[in-house]
């Protein structure tokens, strides 16, 4: 079957596609150059001479749908639902627009939790009332992975698509899960992290997982959320949340209705194919996920540019357990991912520090 991947970085889903003997046409903002070689790989600055934007994703991933059997869209186009209606419903292996929409509204996440042990920060939308006093976050709905987040200033109100979030403090986590529009399975749950200066990441900004990560309690409270979530929006496939865990009680940050970056992990720890999965729920199936219990932990890291570089030849970086690697000779501005970098250990948090260890060694030894 031939496949459209359209996402911000598309790699990692192309790669468990390529697995099952996809036929792949990847179109992204990256191109990387450990996308599978048998795959038609598009970047959109680089290979078709367009911006990296949404929009121009969208529009540059309606000329190649009539080429393929199946779209799935990735990472990004979530922030837009507008931009979602790049294919007939048909040909789409994923959330439709309704579903998304219904996932990113934070007034209708609220309710269809309220009876779950998931707590929801107080949030405040444009035209509503300020808060007197407390620690606020200023998001743009818009952005993904972090980015358009900023402390707020006390004044501003929020202007249309952005949102004010009471700050909750505790440890940042997310889960992975497969559905079928009716219920769910929890593939696992991540430590996650953002804004790390070990990895050159801006503030607030997304920059990896460690995993499995979570005592039991925990997990019985995120099954329910996730069932929940599934039942109260008719979500398909592999999809994600992201939560902070406030001395055991986790608070949603948001739902990813589409496959998040913390799967190959657990591609990884369950020897699952997660391109798989993500089909079998959009049709309607529920597939079994084998236990965590004894099979290790694995890390991911997004090693960020602390500055303007220009990478040397990457062809080994592979196999030194990097990913999302950038082509030889390409170069990375002030801010940017670099690559991701991957370890394996016994907990998670062991594994954790070997990709930050992994890190420091990069930065000095290839000059990043």
């Not at 998001?139 to 109100?157: A, F, L, Q, V, Y």
């Not at 030194?320 to 950038?326: F, T």
């Amino acid at each position: 079957m031939k496949i459209l991947l359209v996402g911000i970085s598309t790699r990692a889903l192309a790669q468990s596609a390529a697995r099952l003997g996809h036929q792949i046409i990847s179109l992204d903002f990256f191109g990387d150059a450990d996308q599978p070689v048998e795959a038609e790989v598009h970047a959109l600055m680089r290979d078709l001479g367009e911006p990296p934007e949404l929009t121009s994703l969208a529009e540059a991933a309606r000329r190649f749908v009539p080429l393929v059997d199946r779209v799935v869209v990735e990472a990004g186009l979530e922030n837009e639902p507008n931009l979602l209606n790049i294919c007939p419903d048909e040909k789409c292996w994923g959330n439709s627009r309704e579903t998304v929409a219904a996932a990113r509204n934070p007034v209708r996440l609220g309710r269809i939790l309220s009876t779950t042990g998931m707590h929801i920060p107080e949030t405040i939308l444009p035209g509503e009332r300020l808060p007197l006093e407390g620690h606020y976050l200023l998001k743009d709905m818009n952005h993904s992975g972090g980015r358009g987040i900023s402390e707020w200033d006390g004044t501003s109100p929020p202007m249309e698509r952005q949102v004010l979030q009471h700050f909750v403090d505790g440890d940042l986590a997310s889960a992975c899960f497969v559905a079928n529009g009716k219920g769910a399975r929890l593939l696992g749950i991540t430590r996650q992290y953002a804004g790390e200066s070990s990895l050159g990441a801006p503030p607030f900004a997304w920059c990896g997982n460690a995993a499995p990560w979570g005592d039991l309690e925990l997990q019985r409270v995120v099954v329910q959320a996730i069932e929940t979530l599934v039942e109260g929006c008719g979500l398909c496939g592999l999809n994600g949340i992201d939560f902070i865990v406030q001395e055991g009680v986790p608070h949603l940050l948001e739902v990813n209705p589409r496959p998040p970056a913390s799967f190959e992990l657990f591609e990884r720890i369950l020897g699952v194919n997660a391109f798989h999965l993500h089909t079998e729920g959009c049709e309607g199936r529920l597939p079994e996920i084998p236990a965590l219990t004894g099979r290790g932990a694995w890390a991911k890291g997004i090693l960020y540019a602390i500055q303007d570089v220009t990478v040397g030849d990457t062809r080994g970086w592979a196999a030194e357990g990097a990913a999302d690697i950038p082509h030889p000779g390409e170069f990375i501005p002030a801010g940017s991912p670099i690559c991701t970098l991957l370890a394996e250990g016994r907990q998670a948090a062991d594994a954790w520090q070997k990709v930050l260890l992994k890190a420091d060694e990069w930065r000095q030894e290839k000059g990043l």
